[in-house]
């Protein structure tokens, strides 16, 4: 598992987005699909109602022919009140002519005879058949309704005649209109013209809202109605659904387009969105708390055995401590013993003299008690070295309190100077003021500052100098044991803390080792270094303690 899904709360959250974005995929494609479908069945709808009114304008156009040109066709009147009752009953067909299409002669021959009747438009004019050479016709009007609300079908005159009879053909008429035109059958020039208002072929409450409509005749659009505002734009990287067929009917060749656009609303409805990111959340929530769970057993079953571990390590390392500490007296008895034989030599001098004093027939007192005094100063001094050497060499649990490291530094000095002596090595204190201060083990920090500077006198060997610092740093207190000797190599540096390393021949390479737990054991830390000219440097870095010194306890 990858860090950032190392966590319960981050592996649910990713859970939870991941299935955000399956059901927002879901979901486009469900909703694509319903909305497509749902704008084939209206394109269909629609499609097969417009059919239907188109060949109800066909079926106008054949009435209207028989009846104006049967075997016996009907007065004028008669026709003109069937157009009346086409137009009032089918809004959509603004306007209905019955012409006659003749040569130019026969037309004004007609008009000489006094029949009443006007070429539509411009009387009399005529046109050539799509600009071509060919006889010339005009279009004289019969019946038209509404009276004069037509067009101008004069520039159409030639393209009407060059109609199969009796089949429909449809011509432009512009301003979203189309004419209907069907000529009757021979020997009659008549024909029937109908002009189409596109836009009522489909009923106001038929409109889908949701789509763009459009029908158009030979490439040009006659209706053009956008979806409703309300629709909103549709996402650009999705091809919109689009519905194409032509309009069943003979000759009419219009063509129902419909265009539906795809709004993020749409396709991921908001609530739904809402509703599946809430269940979503509690599952994961869920499974978060479950994980959660899970990882905390995990967690404090690892605690216990960490806890068991350190324990353990503890005990070994207190073990360790003891044996060191009883391995170093050996080292310090000969050194104790030089100490011990100087507070024994003055008892047994300063006794003698007073009893010398008690003897005489004249006893001074008071030199008797000066000499007493020394003999109990004398013997405090020895009694104090034997209780360090014996709380050293005890196997007693730690007891941490606040602690002067001052006073620590010289209880150490105390026990080395002798051996240094012997040694021929020089000590050089350097303490702050004030003392740096710090809650540890007064011995265990002892034994970590004999250890360094043991270390730093053999080093150094005979004419060198140790030098032991204190100081305050911030928030820290340092005990720095430095010598003048050749320095750690680059190689050993990092390997001096590692148990069982040593570059002594008859080393054990426990001793850096356990003055790196014993310092880690009070929240602090050890580092070797170089000196800048030469020599090694070991500084050992504490908490420094706040407030006034407080009487000596366990930590």
Known sequence: MT??????????????LAALVAFVAVSVETSRTRLADELEVTGRTLHR?????????????????????????????AVRQVMESISRFYPRI??????????????????GAGQGSAALGSPGASQPAGGTSGP???VR??????????????????????????????????????????????????????MIDAARLVEPEERPGFAHLRISLDGSDLVDLPADASVG??????????????????????????????????LVPPGRLLGFAAVAGLLAAAL????????????????????????????????????????????????????LTQPLTALLSRSQAALRLARVDRPDMAMISEALDVNVREAKRAGEMLKRMRDYASNKAPERA??????????????????????????????????????????????????????????????????????????????????????????????????????????MGLGLSLCASLVERVDGRIAAENGASRGARFTVTLPLAGGPLAPEGRG
């Open 3 to 16: 860090p950032f899904l190392s966590t319960p709360r981050l592996l649910s959250l990713a859970l939870w």
């Open 49 to 77: 109602l417009i059919s239907q009114r188109v060949a109800q304008h066909d079926a106008h156009l054949t009435t209207l022919i028989a009846l104006s040109s049967g075997a016996e066709p009907a007065p004028t009147g």
């Open 94 to 111: 603004a306007w209905l002519a019955l012409v006659s299409l003749e040569p130019e002669g026969a037309a004004s021959g007609a008009a």
């Open 136 to 138: 010339t016709v005009s």
């Open 141 to 194: 009007e019969v019946v038209d309704v509404p009276s004069g609300g037509g067009v101008d079908l004069a520039p159409l005159a030639a393209e009407i005649v060059a109609q199969v009879r009796g089949r429909p053909g449809v011509h432009a008429a512009g301003a979203g209109h189309y004419l209907l035109a069907k000529r009757a059958p021979e020997p009659s020039d008549l024909a029937v013209v109908l």
């Open 233 to 266: 734009p549709g996402i650009l990287w999705l091809v919109p659904p689009h519905f194409e067929k032509v309009i069943d009917g003979e000759g009419q060749r219009l063509l129902l387009t419909l265009d539906r656009s795809l709004p993020l609303a749409a």
């Open 288 to 339: 978060s708390f479950g994980l959660g769970q899970r990882a905390a057993v995990k967690r404090s079953e690892l605690v216990a055995r960490a806890a068991e571990a350190r324990a353990l390590l503890q005990e070994r390392e207190t073990l360790l401590a003891h044996a060191s500490r009883v391995n170093a007296m050996g080292e310090l008895a000969s050194g104790i013993a030089h100490e």
């Open 402 to 507: 606040r602690q002067d490291l001052n006073a620590i530094v010289a209880e150490v000095v105390a026990l080395t100077r002798t051996d240094l002596e012997r040694r021929g090595v020089a000590l050089v204190l350097e303490l702050g003021q004030p003392a740096p201060e710090a809650v540890v083990d007064a011995i265990e920090i002892e034994q970590v500052l004999h250890n360094l500077i043991r270390n730093a006198a053999e080093a150094t060997g005979s004419g060198g100098t140790v030098t032991i610092a204190t100081a305050r740093a911030g928030r820290e207190a340092k005990v720095v044991v430095s010598d003048d000797g050749p320095g750690i190599s680059a190689e050993v540096l990092p390997k001096l803390f590692t148990p069982f390393f040593t570059t002594k021949a008859d080393g």
